[in-house]
């Protein structure tokens, strides 16, 4: 397969997967752990999602426009510091994940055993808030939460930062649209921050030089453009949908690989 057109592959599964709830980490790990599609390197599946949050950048403009223009009305100066001091407890604690090297191996085990409970977790999640509307207030609490809930998926990959960084909003009381638009905007900072971090760890290591940019510029740009899709397409879907159909997608997906691995398929 020409390199290219696996890069496109790639790009279009960061894309349609990084604000799904199914983890778009998990789904690059998979192919390249099977060896369907060739092994990128970390750098390169950390900056293509960069991609995914031009689209985000794109979808919500007005909402972010609003934001910039109503500075002096309170609770926009509230909501902004919430969504900054959210990304400042993820952005400080994967510093200190990292120090540690507190991280499951980007193995197939770890992702499917992350994939398959994620999964139950979000049918127990739903199950609880079913019937339940919600509110559209961000607490402190959930702020908390929410930042927490990333750090764990940084720790399990297969996890799903926004699925489960949604997830924790609803379980706190926070409205399907509320806590997917928090997650959304949360990510922007998030992933960028990520994003800029392993090209400055990259150039500090020398490794920069051995990175094919062009194929990492496609990836991004591919990212970016499914990702505009996926993202326009769930804000209008979880106006009236659980996420209960991506929940029983991970168990299958998660057991699948699961039954491959331990009847001797990998390690």
Do not use: C
């Amino acid at each position: 397969m020409p390199d290219w057109l696996a890069i496109i592959l790639l790009g279009i599964i960061e894309g349609v997967t990084e604000f799904l709830p199914i983890s778009s980490t998990g789904h690059l790990l998979i192919p390249q752990n099977l060896h369907w599609l060739p092994q990128k390197s970390d750098l390169f599946n950390v900056v293509i999602q960069s991609g995914a949050v031009l689209a985000v950048l794109a979808v919500f403009t007005q909402r972010l426009k609003h934001l910039a223009t109503t500075l002096g009305d309170a609770s926009t100066r509230d909501y902004l510091l919430k969504l900054f001091v959210a990304f400042f407890i993820t952005a400080v604690g994967g510093l200190l994940l990292k120090k540690l090297n507190v991280k499951l191996p980007e193995t197939i085990p770890p992702v499917a055993w992350a994939t398959l409970i994620g999964g139950v977790i979000i049918l127990v999640l739903e199950f609880l808030h079913k019937g339940k509307v919600g509110t559209a207030d961000i607490t402190w609490t959930v702020v908390v939460a929410v930042a927490l809930a990333q750090l764990l998926a940084a720790v399990f990959p297969g996890t799903s930062r926004s699925g489960a960084s949604i997830l924790m909003a609803l379980a706190f009381g926070v409205s399907r649209p509320a806590a997917t638009e928090f997650s959304f905007l949360l990510g922007i900072p998030t992933l960028m921050a990520a994003g800029a971090f392993k090209i400055l760890s990259a150039i500090k290591d020398g490794e920069a030089g051995n990175e094919d940019w062009g194929m990492v510029v496609l990836g991004t740009v591919v990212s970016a453009v499914f990702a505009f899709i996926v993202v326009k397409w769930l804000i209008r879907f979880v106006q009236g949908h659980t996420f209960n159909g991506f929940a029983w997608y991970r168990i299958a997906l998660g057991t699948a690989l699961l039954v491959w691995v331990y009847n001797g398929g990998g390690h």
